[in-house]
């Protein structure tokens, strides 16, 4: 998916915010969303995010180019793709899911 056109923090910023929490003891988990000032800081220390704060991501936000699969595995048929595009059209969902694992 082509992301050339949008701030890399406010990809990181609604990608997490619309993935799946994995609330683990081990994790350091984060219940709440995350800021575009978070996402900025985040970035600071590298673009490939694979779990975040106990929020399953598997993307690399290094290039223009984002691979979506493992994100969309793991979150939902086309999760990646409409988190993005809510960037566009201002419709941004900021209520995380919590996964219910068996």
């Given amino acids: 998916?082509?992301?050339s056109k949008y701030d890399k923090a406010d990809v990181l910023q609604v990608l997490y915010n619309n993935a799946l929490t994995f609330p683990y003891p081990e994790?350091?988990?984060?219940?709440?969303?995350?800021?575009?000032?978070?996402?900025?800081?985040?970035l600071k220390h590298?673009?490939?995010?694979d779990y975040l704060f106990g929020r399953v991501m598997k993307v690399d936000l290094s290039g223009n180019e984002?691979?979506?699969?493992?994100?969309?595995?793991?979150?939902?048929?086309?999760?990646?793709?409409?988190?993005?595009?809510?960037l566009s059209t201002c419709a941004q969902t900021n209520k995380p899911k919590?996964?219910?694992?068996p």
Avoid at 30 to 42: I, L, Q, V
Avoid at 46 to 49: E, I, N
Avoid at 66 to 86: C, H, Q, V
Avoid at 98 to 101: A, L, N, T, Y
């Fill in 66 to 86: 984002l691979d979506t699969r493992l994100y969309n595995r793991d979150n939902g048929p086309n999760a990646a793709e409409k988190a993005i595009e809510s």
């Fill in 1 to 3: 998916m082509d992301i």
């Fill in 27 to 42: 994790v350091d988990f984060k219940p709440d969303n995350m800021s575009r000032e978070e996402a900025s800081d985040c």
């Fill in 98 to 101: 919590r996964m219910i694992r």
């Fill in 46 to 49: 590298g673009t490939y995010f």
